[in-house]
Nanobody, 115 residues
Framework: QVQLVESGGGLVQAGGSLRLSCTVS????????MGWYRQAPGKQRELVAI???????NYADSVKGRFTISRDNAKSTLYLQMNSLKPEDTGVYYC?????????WGQGTQVTVSS
């Protein structure tokens, strides 16, 4: 089993920054790709950014140039640095870890960007 715990969400003004963290525990060696997703009120969950075990990254067009995903394998932690935040970035942010046969989710952390 794998457990993912997010932290770092909060309330920030537009133009501000936040850094989200996701600590991974359990059978971490089964995890390859990790990512961040978000869900705004009344909308479907959407991909924000993903990073492979080798460090390759992909971002949603809406966050390119503003968000950076990274992972520290030694600390079993995934990060999302969010800069130049906009009100439309508001939502619950979820950490995701993918193994060959399973996908794991954290409980989510709320990010609210005020205008």
């Amino acid at each position: 089993q794998v457990q993912l715990v997010e932290s770092g969400g909060g309330l920030v003004q537009a133009g501000g920054s936040l850094r989200l963290s996701c600590t991974v525990s359990g059978s971490i060696f089964s995890i390859n790709t990790m990512g961040w997703y978000r869900q705004a009120p009344g909308k479907q969950r959407e991909l924000v950014a993903i990073i492979s075990i080798g460090g390759s990254t992909n971002y949603a067009d809406s966050v390119k140039g503003r968000f950076t995903i990274s992972r520290d394998n030694a600390k079993s932690t995934l990060y999302l640095q969010m800069n130049s935040l906009k009100p439309e970035d508001t939502g619950v942010y979820y950490c995701n870890g993918r193994a060959v046969l399973n996908a794991y989710w954290g409980q989510g952390t709320q990010v609210t960007v005020s205008s």
